[in-house]
């Protein structure tokens, strides 16, 4: 009876830690997004990938997840380039990206 109540629980963790990733990947994705608009060049593939999850604090020192998201971007259309994209907990933290040429 316990073992059960136990594997539920587990279970039930780990769907709300999968449910609660998908919010912020899509926060993220969103954030993108605009970004790219913004600084006028065509996100690729409008996707991004986990990179990676670790605790960092926040600014009231309250520990969060930190992901980082990996993008490709281009500002010609024919070179690919490579962003990154931090998140702590839902809220962006930093996008960055390769140097890139334009067209003027």
């Given at each position: 009876?316990?073992?059960?109540?136990?594997?539920?629980?587990?279970?039930?963790?780990?769907?709300?830690?999968?449910?609660?990733?998908?919010?912020?990947?899509?926060?993220?994705?969103?954030?993108?997004?605009?970004?790219?608009?913004?600084l006028?060049?065509?996100?690729?593939?409008?996707?991004?990938?986990?990179?990676?999850?670790?605790?960092?604090?926040?600014?009231?020192?309250?520990?969060?997840?930190?992901?980082?998201?990996?993008?490709?971007?281009?500002?010609?259309?024919?070179?690919?380039?490579?962003?990154?994209?931090?998140m702590?907990?839902?809220?962006?933290?930093?996008?960055?990206?390769?140097?890139?040429?334009?067209?003027?």
């Amino acid at each position: 009876m316990l073992d059960d109540l136990i594997l539920i629980a587990l279970l039930l963790s780990a769907c709300l830690y999968w449910f609660s990733g998908q919010r912020v990947k899509e926060a993220a994705l969103k954030a993108v997004q605009t970004h790219c608009l913004e600084l006028d060049v065509q996100m690729l593939d409008e996707y991004v990938a986990l990179a990676g999850i670790r605790l960092k604090r926040d600014r009231t020192g309250k520990m969060q997840l930190q992901r980082t998201f990996r993008f490709e971007f281009s500002s010609t259309g024919n070179e690919r380039y490579n962003g990154v994209c931090m998140m702590l907990g839902r809220r962006v933290e930093s996008i960055q990206m390769e140097p890139y040429r334009f067209d003027s």
